[in-house]
T-cell receptor, first 114, second 114 residues
């Protein structure tokens, strides 16, 4: 089966600019996650969707980050305006259900803010 | 802080030797744990999982041990190969404020010497 698809693979922007990332989860997976992975650290959850509803966005910096999954399939993560400390890899993952099931990860989008 | 952590940030082993990667977790309510392997430039890849009603689970060349008494998890890799070189993360399903999402530790970098 096809894996989790993310685009773009790389993005370089200046601080205060806006950027958007796209994720297409594995077909049939109800749960979708966005993680932020800063260099040398483990992934940190930003937001979790169950179908098109938000399950957990407690660690999403809502003043600048937003995410949506309008039709319960694809999702976009936006940063506006970006800061230098947003430089990281943004990983999307999906799983069949939300609890106690394996999450499959995409290759991520590497964002560099200069 | 993170509820899942690792004892050693780096581990160097000789090809053919066995590797043991350790992980401590703090949330005694967690009941599902996963080990992920992350190669450079890629997203985390599932290796093996274990539920809290088990203390050992074996896969192909890998074994995960769970000690709930001391909240410790380990990943054993038999006959380590150069292709095993990567960063390994343990992750737990968190509950309470982080219902049903994966919480990652900082990772252990495994280097295999030929």
């Amino acid at each position: 089966e096809a894996g989790v698809a993310q685009s773009p693979r790389y993005k370089i922007i200046e601080k205060r600019q806006s950027v958007a990332f796209w994720c297409n989860p594995i077909s049939g997976h109800a749960t979708l996650y966005w993680y932020q992975q800063i260099l040398g650290q483990g992934p940190k959850l930003l937001i979790q969707f169950q179908n098109n509803g938000v399950v957990d966005d407690s660690q999403l910096p809502k003043d600048r980050f937003s995410a949506e999954r309008l039709k319960g399939v694809d999702s976009t993560l936006k940063i506006q305006p970006a800061k230098l400390e947003d430089s990281a890899v943004y990983l999307c993952a999906s799983s069949l259900m939300d609890l106690n099931t394996e999450a499959f990860f995409g290759q991520g989008t590497r964002l560099t803010v200069v | 802080g993170e509820s899942v952590g690792l004892h050693l940030p780096t581990l160097s082993v000789q090809e053919g030797d066995n590797s043991i990667i350790n992980c401590a977790y703090s949330n005694s309510a967690s009941d599902y744990f996963i080990w992920y392997k992350q190669e450079s430039g890629k997203g985390p890849q599932f290796i093996i999982d274990i539920r809290s009603n088990m203390d050992k689970r074996q896969g192909q060349r890998v074994t995960v041990l769970l000690n709930k008494t001391v909240k410790h998890l380990s990943l054993q890799i038999a006959a380590t190969q150069p292709g095993d070189s990567a960063v390994y993360f343990c992750a737990e399903i968190g509950y309470g404020g982080s219902q049903g999402n994966l919480i990652f530790g900082k990772g252990t970098k495994l280097s295999v010497k030929p």
